[in-house]
């Protein structure tokens, strides 16, 4: 079974999605950050969706909390 992560710290990946110019990240950091947030949550692929596709506007918490909802 996958380690899930914490409600915090995908908020805190999240964060750094929403926002990568204020870190600073190259293309390749943002990718792995992506992956380390979707690889974190009960449903990867679901979790992945509502980053890149899903257009419902939501805050980071609402979509962090719909990425933990199995």
């Known amino acids: 079974m ?3 992560l914490s409600r915090e710290q995908l908020l805190a990946l999240l964060d750094k999605l ?3 110019k204020a870190h ?3 293309q390749e950091q943002l990718d792995e950050v992506l992956r380390e947030f979707y ?3 009960p ?3 679901k979790a992945r969706w509502l ?3 899903c257009l419902d506007p939501m ?3 609402q979509l962090v909390d719909r990425a933990m909802a199995v």
């Open 2 to 4: 996958a380690n899930h």
């Open 18 to 20: 929403m926002r990568p």
């Open 24 to 26: 600073k990240l190259t």
């Open 39 to 41: 690889t974190g949550c």
């Open 43 to 45: 449903d990867p692929v």
């Open 51 to 53: 980053v890149v596709e």
């Open 59 to 61: 805050t980071d918490e």
